[in-house]
């Protein structure tokens, strides 16, 4: 399954909640979900498997994966020890693409991906291309020299999507960031129910 790259709004809608890493828009000024028959599917129950589904939906658009790759991470969090699912969190927080929009370098997710693909981004005082990259805690990251100078790394640095959360320390003078320490379950920008992620994938891998 390839990644999504249709209507974004609609998205939203579809699973009833904002997703800031893939858009800066809101679903609220249009709450129900898409198409003729949007209220009816307000007032239906969703059986248990539909609600599992959904959720892991949350994860695979906001941090635009492919379900490949989803389930690649899925599989890296079943072998560390302790909950699955806190771990499923950290190891996509710590995607490099994540942590440059987290930071606040670029409006959203895709952005940040095509900033990194586009070799705009260093990691550790070396320019790198691979959005994916899994960071460690010490690890330092920021835009080049030539991609300081990127209109849309201005005016997202001044204005950010989102706060930044406290394990990314930013020095603007440099417009290096951190990462300080390892996130928390918590850590996902949206509302998350991990265990019926975790439920959805327990017979599919």
């Not at 330092?140 to 950010?160: M, N, S, Y």
């Not at 999507?161 to 928390?184: G, H, K, M, N, V």
């Amino acid at each position: 399954m390839s990644r999504y790259t249709g209507p974004r709004l609609k998205v939203l809608r579809a699973l009833g909640v904002d997703l800031p890493g893939l858009s800066r828009k809101s679903m609220q000024e249009r709450p129900t979900p898409p198409g003729q028959h949007g209220l009816k599917k307000m007032s239906s129950r969703k059986s248990e498997f539909g609600q599992q589904l959904m959720e892991k939906q949350k994860l695979r658009y906001n941090y635009g994966l492919t379900e490949g790759q989803l389930r690649r991470v899925i599989v890296d969090a079943k072998k560390h020890r302790g909950a699955t699912g806190n771990k499923l969190v950290e190891l996509l927080e710590r995607r490099l693409d994540n942590l440059v929009f987290r930071a606040g370098f670029a409006p959203t997710i895709p952005a940040a991906r095509q900033m990194v693909s586009h070799g705009h981004m260093a990691l550790n005082g070396r320019r790198v291309t691979i959005p994916s990259i899994r960071l460690r805690v010490g690890d330092h990251f920021g835009p080049t020299e030539p991609g300081k100078k990127i209109d849309l790394v201005r005016t997202t640095l001044a204005a950010p999507a989102l706060e930044r959360p406290e394990w990314i320390s930013l020095d603007s003078a440099t417009q290096t960031a951190c990462l300080s320490y390892l996130p928390e379950s918590d850590a996902a920008p949206f509302p998350l129910d991990l265990q019926r992620i975790v439920e959805y994938y327990a017979t599919r891998l």
